[in-house]
């Protein structure tokens, strides 16, 4: 049961936190890159505002009712002969398998922010040398960041809701926006920023494939941190009375702000010294340390306060990715905090060591199977089946398990004439394009 609140604006930060992540810097730019821009970014603000709004709003609804952690909040709202449905809660161990890569990708980041200090990277054959070098051969400067990583989120959890979570938010969240608005406004200043805004929202429809479509339906949930008990778990801590409609629309808005305007900011820079936006999941770690690197000081000075932005919206987002598990074993089995946090974190901590592995050199074959490495499995898994499924069977509870007058007590209210398009949503709609999504994605790869 949750004791501790968190302060309305403290849960808007939180959440948005969490929201906030390496999905909107370091995913979104280079799948919009990868799929033609304009289509793409479409697709996914519409997946955005119709899908993941109705799905964040019931997400919070199960947290906010249940109160609880994942499996007691939906036992809790489910008719006694239904309890069983206590196993959705199962969600929540699943960010535990995002956070082993999530881990290593922070690790990643922090490793960045050093080397910008001395000397970048002069050519891209360079910058791809530094990054392969880094995951194939570099594994103890990747375990070192890891452990890191591993005693910032361990140490914020272990501080609680209010002292540990809701303070880091309340200080990296308002630092991030000034880092990511201010690199924005710069790159404004350049001529490409008009071909990076071209690039982002000119649809160009026959590049979006089939893939590009579900791939932006799968990205708007890991970018809102839908499906894996995340926000069910902070709004468990929701103060009586907050919007819950409000609530999703704000941190809706400041995370596809934060992707835009990265976006847009990237693509400029890009554009302006002949990068390509193609360049997939290396786009951050290879091609931008090489722009810096032409950009001379200015360059370095840029680097090191973008991946320190890059670490601040990671870190909040890992911070809820761990917190859902702690939460559980607080609730199910009565641990301590402290306990909790340091097992949870240790968890994943000696997993992100073997994802770490799973590309280096010497053990990438033991760790590698169907032409994937443990990293990309989890990656793909998660984003593929696991957020999704969430989306779904929260959906599905709501809908249809729930009984309609409690559900329609708390959102009746809020969204007034809405509360039957968004209930018919939930029931149809989103579960059956989640389905289509997740048979798409699965057969696609
Ligand atoms: N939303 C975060 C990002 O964009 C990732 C994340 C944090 C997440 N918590 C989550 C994704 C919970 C799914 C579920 O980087």
């Known amino acids: ?30 799948q919009a890159g990868k799929y033609g821009g304009g289509a793409f970014v479409l697709v996914y603000l519409i997946t955005v505002l119709v ?25 809790k709202l489910a008719p006694r002969h239904k309890a069983k449905w206590r196993y959705a809660g199962m969600q929540a161990f699943s960010s535990i398998l995002i956070m082993a890569f999530y881990a290593v990708v922070i690790a990643w980041v922090l490793n960045y922010i050093v080397t910008s200090f001395s000397l970048l990277p002069s050519s891209v054959a360079q910058a791809k040398s530094t990054f392969s070098g880094m995951l194939q051969s570099g594994f103890f400067v990747q375990f070192f960041y890891l452990t890191v990583t591993f005693v910032i989120v361990t140490a914020v959890i272990a501080r ?16 991030l926006f000034l880092i990511i608005g201010g690199m924005f406004l710069y790159a404004t200043t350049f001529s490409a920023f008009s071909h990076a805004v071209t690039f982002m929202f000119r649809p160009d429809f026959t590049k979006l494939t089939t893939t590009a479509f579900v791939t932006a339906v799968g990205h708007a ?21 907050q919007s819950l409609v409000k609530s999703s629309l704000l941190i809706i808005f400041f995370d596809t702000l934060v992707a835009i305007l990265a976006g847009l900011m990237l693509f400029t820079f890009l554009y302006q010294y002949g990068g390509k936006p193609s360049a997939g999941p290396g786009l951050v770690f290879i091609s931008l340390p090489v722009i810096f690197y032409q950009m001379g000081n200015v360059g370095n000075f840029l680097s090191i306060i973008f991946f320190i932005a890059l670490a601040f919206a990671a870190i909040t987002s890992a911070v809820s990715l761990v917190e ?9 089995n009565g641990w301590k905090r402290t306990k909790a946090s ?29 032409g994937r490495n443990l990293f990309s499995w989890l990656d793909y898994l998660t984003a593929a089946l696991l957020l999704p ?51 798409s994605l699965l057969s696609a790869q």
Not at 160 to 172: D, F, M, R, S
Not at 324 to 332: A, E, H, I, K, S
Not at 345 to 350: D, P, Q
């Open 160 to 175: 609680g809701i209010k002292g540990g979570i809701e303070k880091l938010n309340l200080v990296l969240m308002p630092l």
């Open 221 to 241: 949930f890991f970018t809102l941190s839908l499906g894996m008990g995340a926000i069910m778990t902070y709004s468990a801590s929701l103060q009586k009375g």
């Open 342 to 370: 340091v097992i949870i974190g240790l968890f994943f901590y000696i997993f992100g060591i073997v994802v770490i592995m799973s590309q280096t050199i010497h053990f990438s074959s033991y760790l590698t199977w169907g």
């Open 389 to 439: 499924l969430g989306g779904l069977v929260m959906s599905i509870f709501v809908g249809f398990i729930m009984p309609k007058s409690q559900v329609e007590k708390v959102l009746r209210p809020e969204l007034g004439f809405l509360f039957n398009a968004w209930y018919f949503n939930i029931r149809y709609i989103a579960p059956i394009l989640l389905m289509v999504v997740i048979v």
């Open 324 to 332: 859902p598990t702690v939460q559980y074993f607080m609730d199910r």
């Open 51 to 75: 899908v993941g709004f109705s799905i964040m709003l019931t997400e919070m609804l199960i947290g906010y009712l249940g109160r609880s952690d994942t499996f007691s909040n939906f036992e």
């Open 1 to 30: 049961m949750q004791i501790a609140r968190f302060s309305k604006i403290g849960f808007i930060m939180a959440a948005t936190g969490s929201a906030v992540g390496l999905g909107n810097i370091w995913k979104f730019p280079y």
